[in-house]
Nanobody, 127 residues
C-alpha cells in the first residue's frame, strides 16, 4: 500500500507563489520496475476534481493542464519518491484543495485511473 503525504498549501495573494510537496511511502516505490506516475489534481468547492500536472517515474514525460502551463512546474526528486508542484503567478481561480496521486502503468489525466491518493492540502489565493 502506497501512502502519499502532501504539504505546502496555504494562503497567498494573487500573483504570489507556493510550492507543494508530496512524499510517497512504500518500500518498493522507487524500484524501476514499478514505474509510478505521480500527479497533482485539484478540487474547488462544488466542482469536479481536475487534472493539474503529471510526471513519469523517470521524469522523462511531463504533462500539464492548459490552465496552468507556463505558471506551474512539476518535478521529482529524492530517488523518485517525492514530487513538487511549484506554483507561480497564482490567481483566485487556482483556489482549491490540491491532491497528490500515484498510479502504475500508462499515463492518464482522468483522476479515476489513479490508485493512490494523499489527504489533500488547501491552497487559497486572495484577490
Amino acid at each position: 500500500q502506497v501512502k502519499l503525504v502532501e504539504s505546502g498549501g496555504g494562503l497567498v495573494q494573487a500573483g504570489g507563489s507556493l510550492r507543494l510537496s508530496c512524499a510517497a511511502f512504500e518500500r518498493t516505490f522507487s524500484r524501476n520496475d514499478n514505474r509510478y506516475w505521480m500527479a497533482w489534481f485539484r478540487q474547488a468547492p462544488e466542482k469536479e476534481r481536475e487534472f493539474v500536472a503529471a510526471i513519469s517515474w523517470d521524469s522523462d514525460k511531463i504533462y500539464y493542464d492548459d490552465s496552468v502551463k507556463g505558471r506551474f512546474a512539476i518535478f521529482r526528486e529524492n530517488g523518485k519518491t517525492t514530487i513538487y508542484l511549484q506554483m507561480n503567478s497564482l490567481q483566485p481561480e487556482d483556489t482549491a484543495v490540491y491532491y497528490c496521486a500515484a498510479k502504475t502503468g500508462v499515463y492518464y489525466r482522468n483522476y479515476e485511473k489513479y490508485e493512490y491518493w494523499g489527504q489533500g492540502t488547501q491552497v487559497t489565493v486572495s484577490s
